[in-house]
């Protein structure tokens, strides 16, 4: 039983392995181009499907409390399985397991779908990963390989705003996986070993409560941390960013609550900090979503918001650590109503997108959109309102007693929200020809299915009603907003697009040319001693060994030749990996007085 914990990552990783072939030819054409030839094989497409089902299995069937050392490992890997990690591991296999379905229906040209598929895995391996590492090396690892695939994942189009949205990803994403690492580092320096537990985090500063939080903030969208996240969910093709808003998001508050001191030492400072970031991204996203014009975009504020309102009640915890029990379990539900929902939320509109509307299909799609949106907004009988209730002991309890009144406006204001995506759904039609969606559709609706059932199964009934007059306040403004619109289309015309996608880039890409500009005035008066001292190093290289070849690294860029040694990378690691049983695992590296 013990085995699934590790069949779980890895059996994603070794049908990643299998695509590396098509990293040892050369592609047909480029990613965003549709190659010729025969459709991708089913039984290839249907390995991002099959790719989940151990996770699924593992999360079902292992026993909470469930431990498996791997000393030969990387050096000494902890996998395990606790109560908060089943809940995650469990809403993460669905979904990836939902979105493999999608994919495997949308994305059938053989070149293109070779290449999702591969980057697909890549990201699914790292996110199972770290979900069921126990050990600091296990988190880190796993995030950084979900990190990097998914910037792959979101370039796939490989459309001009796909690749700006990719380059911003990728220098926000390295920057938190640089505070990641040094938080990792601190952790283990402070606690001295490399499975921490909670007592152990008690000894935990705020130098490190600070890199854990800005490491996690970048992936969680944090309020000033969050410019990729709208550009990115946008670009992303709907499979990956139903992952990527579901799913990945989620990573960053399961870190923060296995490795931030909650329960264990009050850090009233770090504490308040942390409790207004939450609490500005909370309010910060809505009014931005709510003029954008694509779905998608809408739904990535959406996120920053939500993951907004999590942040906020770490922050109440570090205050008071007696609000820690309480908090931890409407944070760990919160993440999988979040989840359901919001992968939910892109997998229909990517239905309603891909020409549901031009089949009887339409009215079922548009009603699970609704289903998903009220519970987005977490409207009464919905899991959102299970979670808001679960959330009430948190801010009723807070130091600011303000508070309950401030999250009933951002109630409000989330309703128009998702009022709006609906406009936005129901606006969408296109001219597109009806695909073939059987099992998409079946794996959407057993997701609307679950999000239907989530507040009856885990929810009391005295939380049901919550949320009633925030919402049904929301329903009101809406409903006259569209009546509005509706009788004149071009009244909020002016409003829509006023702050584009990214909002925040607006001001950071003007500076950057500045500084671009800046630094080449600077460096100009050294350029020419640049030049000659590289003239004389490269006529004194020729001296002794003669003339290089005219481009050297032509070779290297073949992509025979850079497969080649990306597998011979692989192979070099896979060795690392089994010496490792020479070294003691991890739980040696605690003190021994």
């Given at each position: 039983?013990?085995?699934?914990?590790?069949?779980?990552?890895?059996?994603?990783?070794?049908?990643?392995?299998?695509?590396?072939?098509?990293?040892?030819?050369?592609?047909?054409?480029?990613?965003?181009?549709?190659?010729?030839?025969?459709?991708?094989?089913?039984?290839?497409?249907?390995?991002?499907?099959?790719?989940?089902?151990?996770?699924?299995?593992?999360?079902?069937?292992?026993?909470?409390?469930?431990?498996?050392?791997?000393?030969?490992?990387?050096?000494?890997?902890?996998?395990?399985?606790?109560?908060?990690?089943?809940?995650?591991?469990?809403?993460?296999?669905?979904?990836?397991?939902?979105?493999?379905?999608?994919?495997?229906?949308?994305?059938?040209?053989?070149?293109?779908?070779?290449?999702?598929?591969?980057?697909?895995?890549?990201?699914?391996?790292?996110?199972?990963?770290?979900?069921?590492?126990?050990?600091?090396?296990?988190?880190?690892?796993?995030?950084?390989?979900?990190?990097?695939?998914?910037?792959?994942?979101?370039?796939?189009?490989?459309?001009?705003?796909?690749?700006?949205?990719?380059?911003?990803?990728?220098?926000?994403?390295?920057?938190?996986?640089?505070?990641?690492?040094?938080?990792?580092?601190?952790?283990?320096?402070?606690?001295?070993?490399?499975?921490?537990?909670?007592?152990?985090?008690?000894?935990?500063?705020?130098?490190?409560?600070?890199?854990?939080?800005?490491?996690?903030?970048?992936?969680?969208?944090?309020?000033?941390?969050?410019?990729?996240?709208?550009?990115?969910?946008?670009?992303?093709?709907?499979?990956?960013?139903?992952?990527?808003?579901?799913?990945?998001?989620?990573?960053?508050?399961?870190?923060?609550?296995?490795?931030?001191?909650?329960?264990?030492?009050?850090?009233?400072?770090?504490?308040?900090?942390?409790?207004?970031?939450?609490?500005?991204?909370?309010?910060?996203?809505?009014?931005?979503?709510?003029?954008?014009?694509?779905a998608k975009t809408l739904l990535g504020y959406s996120s920053i918001s939500k993951m907004g309102l999590a942040v906020l009640l770490l922050g109440l915890m570090l205050i008071e650590p007696s609000l820690a029990p309480a908090g931890m379990v409407a944070l760990t539900l919160f993440a999988a109503h979040h989840a359901l929902v919001k992968g939910g939320l892109f997998l229909g509109i990517g239905l309603r997108q891909d020409g549901a509307q031009k089949t009887w299909l339409a009215a079922g799609v548009l009603i699970g959109l609704a289903v998903l949106a009220l519970a987005m907004a977490s409207a009464p009988f919905t899991s959102g309102a299970v979670t808001k209730y679960l959330m009430k002991p948190v801010i009723a309890d807070s130091?600011?007693?303000?508070?309950?009144?401030?999250?009933?406006?951002?109630?409000?204001?989330?309703?128009?929200?998702m009022a709006r995506f609906l406009w936005i759904a129901v606006m969408s039609a296109t001219n597109r020809t009806p695909q073939p969606r059987g099992w998409s559709m079946l794996a959407w609706a057993g997701i609307v299915l679950l999000v239907l059932i989530f507040p009856f199964a885990l929810g009391k009934p005295s939380s049901w009603p919550t949320n009633s007059i925030p919402v049904g306040i929301g329903v009101v403004l809406g409903t006259l907003v569209a009546l509005a619109a509706w009788a004149n289309p071009g009244w909020l015309k002016p409003l829509i697009g006023l702050i584009p996608a990214g909002d925040l880039l607006v001001l950071v890409r003007p500076a950057q040319t500045l500084a671009l500009r800046i630094g080449a005035v600077l460096y100009r008066p050294w350029l020419s001693v640049q030049q000659q001292v590289q003239q004389r190093a490269v006529a004194l290289f020729e001296r002794f060994f003669g003339a290089a070849a005219a481009d050297p690294e032509r070779g290297l860029r073949a992509w025979p030749v850079a497969g080649a040694l990306w597998i011979g990378i692989l192979v070099l690691l896979l060795i690392a990996m089994l010496a490792g049983s020479a070294v003691p695992d991890a739980s040696s590296l605690g003190p021994t007085g």
């Amino acid at each position: 039983m013990m085995d699934w914990l590790l069949l779980a990552w890895i059996w994603p990783l070794l049908l990643a392995l299998t695509y590396l072939p098509v990293l040892t030819r050369r592609p047909g054409q480029s990613w965003g181009r549709a190659a010729t030839g025969e459709a991708l094989p089913t039984w290839r497409a249907s390995l991002v499907v099959i790719a989940a089902l151990p996770a699924l299995a593992a999360a079902l069937m292992v026993p909470v409390g469930a431990e498996l050392s791997l000393p030969w490992l990387f050096l000494g890997t902890q996998l395990g399985l606790d109560g908060t990690s089943r809940v995650f591991l469990l809403f993460t296999a669905i979904l990836w397991l939902a979105a493999g379905l999608y994919a495997a229906q949308s994305i059938r040209t053989p070149e293109r779908a070779r290449r999702f598929h591969a980057l697909y895995l890549l990201a699914m391996a790292g996110n199972l990963w770290l979900i069921l590492g126990q050990d600091l090396f296990s988190f880190y690892a796993g995030f950084a390989l979900m990190g990097l695939a998914c910037y792959g994942l979101i370039i796939h189009d490989a459309r001009t705003e796909a690749l700006r949205a990719g380059r911003v990803y990728l220098v926000m994403t390295l920057i938190g996986e640089v505070c990641l690492f040094v938080a990792m580092l601190l952790i283990a320096q402070q606690t001295g070993t490399a499975v921490p537990t909670t007592a152990d985090l008690a000894s935990l500063d705020t130098v490190a409560v600070t890199f854990i939080i800005i490491g996690l903030g970048v992936k969680a969208g944090l309020v000033p941390l969050h410019l990729w996240l709208p550009t990115a969910y946008a670009a992303a093709p709907t499979p990956a960013s139903a992952v990527l808003g579901g799913a990945m998001i989620k990573v960053a508050l399961l870190g923060w609550l296995r490795f931030l001191p909650l329960g264990t030492s009050a850090l009233p400072e770090a504490g308040t900090v942390i409790a207004v970031l939450g609490l500005i991204s909370l309010f910060y996203a809505l009014p931005i979503g709510l003029v954008q014009a694509d779905a998608k975009t809408l739904l990535g504020y959406s996120s920053i918001s939500k993951m907004g309102l999590a942040v906020l009640l770490l922050g109440l915890m570090l205050i008071e650590p007696s609000l820690a029990p309480a908090g931890m379990v409407a944070l760990t539900l919160f993440a999988a109503h979040h989840a359901l929902v919001k992968g939910g939320l892109f997998l229909g509109i990517g239905l309603r997108q891909d020409g549901a509307q031009k089949t009887w299909l339409a009215a079922g799609v548009l009603i699970g959109l609704a289903v998903l949106a009220l519970a987005m907004a977490s409207a009464p009988f919905t899991s959102g309102a299970v979670t808001k209730y679960l959330m009430k002991p948190v801010i009723a309890d807070s130091p600011w007693p303000w508070l309950p009144a401030a999250l009933a406006v951002a109630a409000v204001a989330t309703t128009l929200l998702m009022a709006r995506f609906l406009w936005i759904a129901v606006m969408s039609a296109t001219n597109r020809t009806p695909q073939p969606r059987g099992w998409s559709m079946l794996a959407w609706a057993g997701i609307v299915l679950l999000v239907l059932i989530f507040p009856f199964a885990l929810g009391k009934p005295s939380s049901w009603p919550t949320n009633s007059i925030p919402v049904g306040i929301g329903v009101v403004l809406g409903t006259l907003v569209a009546l509005a619109a509706w009788a004149n289309p071009g009244w909020l015309k002016p409003l829509i697009g006023l702050i584009p996608a990214g909002d925040l880039l607006v001001l950071v890409r003007p500076a950057q040319t500045l500084a671009l500009r800046i630094g080449a005035v600077l460096y100009r008066p050294w350029l020419s001693v640049q030049q000659q001292v590289q003239q004389r190093a490269v006529a004194l290289f020729e001296r002794f060994f003669g003339a290089a070849a005219a481009d050297p690294e032509r070779g290297l860029r073949a992509w025979p030749v850079a497969g080649a040694l990306w597998i011979g990378i692989l192979v070099l690691l896979l060795i690392a990996m089994l010496a490792g049983s020479a070294v003691p695992d991890a739980s040696s590296l605690g003190p021994t007085g």
